[in-house]
């Protein structure tokens, strides 16, 4: 398992939280995702060769936040 933590700017609200860990979590390979609200910061573990950085950040996008990494 490996673990990426990703800096999400837009995120105010628990609809926010939960709109990201969602949009996460049907990625295959995604195991656990931790929304943290007051830094911004989402940690994502996964499989290593089954998801890569890019389809998180675009999960992500599509639920219309900004990835910076």
């Not at 290593?48 to 890019?54: H, I, L, P, S």
Request: aromatic share 2%.
């Amino acid at each position: 398992m490996n673990t990426k933590q990703l800096e999400v700017q837009g995120m105010t609200c628990g609809h926010c939280e939960s709109a990201v860990k969602g949009a996460l979590q049907e990625l295959t390979g995604v195991e656990n995702v931790d929304v943290h609200l007051d830094s911004g910061k989402v940690e994502v573990t996964f499989k290593e060769g089954t998801v890569t950085e890019a389809d998180m950040k675009e999960a992500i996008e599509e639920q219309g936040y900004d990835v910076v990494t």
